[in-house]
């Protein structure tokens, strides 16, 4: 099914369709799938589709229940591009989100947003994420998410920074060493085996780490090896190793592959690193550091606050290189997403939320009491403890920024002292939200 709508311009009409993928969806290199995929790739500038691989990518997007938008060009040039080819494309799919305490909230997410050089300022990025922002609020998601390439775009739409990772640099040479106490046993795993070990470790990862996003269809695949980054094919590179406890558990894993001999210093990175737990993670560390011949390994999504460091002889072996914004989030319905969130600490909270798109504006009051929150509508927004608008809610929603420094930086419109330190202490977590899913 597609539905279809149409904006004018003065130079050509510009034509919107969605589409869903199921297993039936047309797989030929003149379907519209594969004109999509054209589209993603010229937008991201990765190689063109090989269309042998579009039956596992049509297979994984009806495993996500992906819907897919494309803009495409009805008046194009004389030797324009194929105008099957979506001149702008946007997709979406449903996936749960860690709120804290073990509770999961379904997520609307955003992901393959591109729009052509040759077609911008014409409001085709504008008119996709309005419309559907709209349906997902229509059809009563709290929560909108996305992993944003470029971070000055999302901000107009209210989207606001929720986790960060960093990128690490890890020595391992003969100073290396994890003073842990070591428990349970590490195996090189076989990428047909791993597939449903990385999806048993993710799943009990996922459900106690807040922020945490579950994970599509091809994660797994990839991160045993089955599928490249580029294309559903063998990565023949990559090596999984798991970590199983006391009891034959698994409860860590690590996909890595070697950055070659003509890097010095010798490098392994990480691809993919997940642990149900801190001693599950530095077993996995142990594991690395004790690979043959390897002087550095990297890491680019390990936590904010990273037991690592504590854990070596020598500290300085780890070195920070960067930090990242991973997950971005559009509150699109503030009491149910303020209800379903879990508290770490009790307290009242009066707030007033503005929103250019209209989701989320007004004045609410949350009354938290054992970490449970009640959200009520109020009357207006006068006297409220604090003034924000509903991309700095998104910020502050998961607890990754603490109000006061929000308020520093003028992301906190209005209120009082008083109440700043009230949002500080009701947002606050004692472990930062950790995502490591990228969509």
Not at 26 to 48: K, N, Q, Y
Not at 193 to 208: I, N, R, Y
Not at 216 to 239: N, V
Request: with cysteine.
């Amino acid at each position: 099914m597609s539905t279809q709508t149409g904006i004018n311009t003065a130079a050509s009409t510009l034509r919107i369709e969605t589409f869903s993928v199921d297993g039936d969806a047309d797989t030929s290199a003149e379907g519209p799938l594969a004109a999509w995929f054209e589209g993603v790739s010229f937008g991201f500038h990765e190689g063109r589709l090989e269309v042998e691989d579009l039956p596992k990518l049509a297979e994984a997007y009806a495993a996500d229940r992906r819907i897919l938008w494309g803009a495409y060009d009805d008046n194009p040039g004389p030797h324009a591009w194929n105008p099957r080819i979506p001149v702008a494309t946007y997709g979406t799919m449903v996936n749960s989100l860690n709120v804290g305490g073990g509770r999961l909230l379904d997520a609307h997410l955003v992901t393959a947003v591109t729009v052509r050089p040759t077609h911008r300022r014409r409001g085709l990025l504008r008119q996709m994420i309005t419309a559907d922002l709209q349906g997902a609020a229509e059809r009563g998601f709290a929560v909108a998410a996305l992993t944003a390439s470029e971070a000055t775009i999302y901000g107009r739409f209210g989207f606001g920074t929720a986790t960060h990772t960093t990128s690490i640099e890890v020595d391992v040479r003969e100073r290396f060493a994890i003073t842990s106490v070591p428990y349970g046993r590490m195996e090189v795993v076989s990428p047909e085996a791993a597939v449903d070990l990385t999806q048993e470790v993710f799943a009990g990862f996922h459900s106690h780490s807040l922020g945490s996003i579950g994970r599509q269809f091809a994660y797994s695949r990839r991160s045993a090896g089955l599928w490249g980054e580029d294309r559903p094919q063998p990565d023949k590179a990559l090596r999984t190793a798991v970590h199983y406890d006391d009891d034959g558990r698994p409860d860590a894993f690590v996909s890595y592959s070697f950055a070659g001999w003509e890097k010095t210093p010798y490098t392994m990175r990480v691809k993919d690193l997940v642990a149900v737990s801190d001693a599950a993670y530095l077993e996995l560390w142990r594991y690395l550091g004790s690979l043959d011949l390897i002087e550095r390994v990297t890491f680019g999504s390990a936590p904010v606050q990273d037991p690592l460091p504590w854990a070596l002889a020598d500290r300085r072996c780890r070195e920070l290189k960067s930090d990242e914004d991973v997950l971005w989030l559009r509150i699109l319905d503030p009491v149910a997403a303020l209800s379903q969130r879990n508290y770490e600490h009790d307290g009242v909270l009066s707030l007033s939320i503005t929103d250019a798109l209209g989701h989320a504006e007004g004045a609410f009051e949350l009354s938290v009491a054992n970490g449970a929150g009640t959200v009520r509508r109020l009357g207006d927004g006068s006297g409220t403890d604090i003034t924000l608008d509903v991309a700095a809610l998104g910020s502050l929603y998961l607890g990754g920024v603490d109000a006061r420094i929000l308020a520093s930086a003028g992301g906190l419109t209005g209120g009082s002292p008083e109440g700043v330190e009230r949002a500080a202490t009701l947002f606050s977590v004692a472990r930062a939200p950790y995502c490591i899913t990228h969509f």
